[in-house]
C-alpha cells in the first residue's frame, strides 16, 4: 500500500493539501473523489523511514476486534452479502486502521477477490490462523458460524492475557515507585544530614555509613550509573533476540516456582484454545498445529507442536510427544489421546482450554494475595532502613547535646 499526496479544491473552492494511502493512484483518486474533492495534483510518496508508519503492539484494539467479528457474523445472519456487511461495518468502526483497511477489503472483493484473498493483503490486521479460519468458513458456506467462534476465540483469548497482565502490572508499579522514593531520599533528603553529622563529629552507626555512602555514589556517578544501565539493557536485549537463549530462558521460566506454573497454564490455554478453534472449522490439522505454533510465546512449548507435526507425518499419533514432554499435566495428555480415539479433537481440547482458562483466573488471584504483603514488606524495609540511618545518629547526636 503506498502513500499519496495531493491538492485538491472542495465544492467552495477551498484548496485543500494532505495525504491519503491506497494500492495505485487510479484508486487514490477515486477515494479523493468520494470525498467531494477536485484533484489539482497528486503524487506518490516514496517510503523512507520518516514516513513509514510503525505500529507498537496491535493497530486495532482487541475489543475493537471482537466487536466487529461480532456484527460481522450478525449482519450475515441477517442476510447481508459479504460486501454490504464490510462497507456498514467499515462506516461505523471508531478504529481507523480497521476502517482503512476493511475499504480496500471492500474495493478487491468488488473486483471479484475472494474474501480470503482480499485479508491475506493485511497480515498486520489479519493473522494467518484468521485468515484461514475464514477461508474454511467460506469454502463450506458456514461464514457466520465461523465469524461468531473467531469472536469468541478472540475475546477469550484476551481475557486469559488479560489477566496475567494484570497480575504483574501491580508490582512492577510498585517498584517503580521505589525505586523513584529511594532515589528521591538518596539524592534530596539523606544529604541535607551529611553536614550536620560532620558538624557534630558524630561517630556514626555501620547503616548510616551503608546508606551514606550508596547516598554519596549516587550523586556523584548518577550519569555513569544511567550510562551502565543502559548499557546492561542493550546487551540484554541483544541476547535475547538470539533463538537458543530465549529457549532457555522459556525452559527456565516453566521451571520457576509460582510464576513458572502460571505461564504453563496460560500457554496450555491458548495451545488448546487455538488448536480447537482451528479443527473445529475443519482447518487441516497439519495446518492446524501450525498456525497454533506461532500463536505460541514460550518456545520451549512451541518446540513440542513441531514435533507433534511430525509425528503424524511419520504415521504416529498426536499425543506421543506431549505424553514426552515434561511440562504437560496429565490431563492435557490423557484428553488429546482420547480426543483421537473417539474423533473428537476439538471438543476434548475445547475442555482442556477452559479447564485452564478457569484455573488461569485462580492462580493469578493467588498470585496477586501473595505479592501484594511480599512488595509492601519489602518498600517498608527500604525505606525503613534509610529512615533509621537517619534517626539513629540523630538521637546520639540530642543526648551529647
Do not use: C
Amino acid at each position: 500500500m503506498a502513500s499519496f499526496k495531493y491538492v485538491a479544491a472542495d465544492y467552495n473552492g477551498n484548496i485543500k493539501k494532505g495525504k491519503v494511502k491506497a494500492y495505485n493512484k487510479d484508486i487514490a483518486k477515486i477515494r479523493l473523489r468520494e470525498s467531494g474533492l477536485k484533484i489539482e495534483r497528486i503524487e506518490e510518496i516514496k517510503e523512507s523511514i520518516w514516513s513509514k508508519d510503525i505500529h507498537i503492539g496491535s493497530p486495532v484494539k482487541h475489543r475493537e476486534f471482537v466487536i466487529f467479528l461480532q456484527q460481522f457474523g450478525a449482519l450475515l445472519k441477517a442476510g447481508l452479502t459479504i460486501v454490504e456487511s464490510l462497507n456498514i461495518l467499515r462506516e461505523q468502526t471508531s478504529s481507523k486502521m480497521l476502517k482503512e483497511t476493511l475499504y480496500y477489503v471492500e474495493i478487491d472483493m468488488r473486483q471479484g477477490s475472494s474474501l480470503t484473498n482480499a485479508l491475506k493483503k493485511h497480515p498486520h490486521i489479519f493473522s494467518s490462523m484468521f485468515v484461514n479460519m475464514i477461508h474454511s468458513g467460506e469454502t463450506s458456506g458456514t461464514l457466520e458460524e465461523t465469524t461468531n467462534k473467531l469472536a469468541e476465540y478472540y475475546s477469550k483469548q484476551q481475557q486469559t492475557r488479560q489477566k496475567v497482565k494484570s497480575t504483574f502490572a501491580y508490582p512492577v508499579t510498585v517498584a517503580i515507585v521505589a525505586i523513584g522514593v529511594v532515589i528521591f531520599l538518596m539524592l534530596y533528603v539523606v544529604p541535607q544530614f551529611v553536614d550536620m553529622f560532620t558538624q557534630f563529629d558524630a561517630e556514626l552507626p555501620v547503616i548510616t555509613q551503608f546508606v551514606l555512602s550508596i547516598s554519596h555514589l549516587l550523586q556523584n556517578y548518577w550519569l555513569l550509573m544511567i550510562l551502565v544501565t543502559i548499557a546492561i539493557m542493550l546487551v540484554v536485549i541483544s541476547l535475547y533476540q538470539k533463538e537458543e537463549i530465549r529457549r532457555k530462558l522459556d525452559y527456565y521460566l516453566l521451571k520457576t516456582p509460582g510464576f513458572g506454573k502460571l505461564a504453563l497454564q496460560s500457554n496450555i490455554a491458548s495451545m488448546t484454545r487455538t488448536l480447537s478453534s482451528l479443527l473445529y472449522n475443519h482447518v487441516p490439522i497439519i495446518e492446524a498445529l501450525n498456525l497454533t505454533e506461532q500463536t505460541i510465546r514460550n518456545r520451549e512449548l512451541r518446540e513440542t507442536l513441531k514435533k507433534a507435526r511430525t509425528s503424524l507425518k511419520q504415521g504416529s499419533t498426536l499425543s506421543e510427544p506431549f505424553k514426552e514432554h515434561w511440562a504437560y499435566p496429565y490431563l492435557v495428555t490423557q484428553m488429546i489421546e482420547v480426543g483421537e480415539k473417539t474423533n473428537s479433537l476439538d471438543e476434548m481440547l475445547d475442555q482442556v482450554a477452559s479447564f485452564y482458562e478457569n484455573d488461569v483466573d485462580t492462580a493469578t488471584e493467588q498470585l496477586k494475595s501473595l505479592l501484594e504483603p511480599l512488595l509492601i514488606i519489602s518498600l517498608s524495609l527500604i525505606v525503613g532502613t534509610i529512615v533509621l540511618a537517619i534517626v539513629i545518629p540523630m538521637f546520639e547526636i540530642f543526648n551529647q547535646i
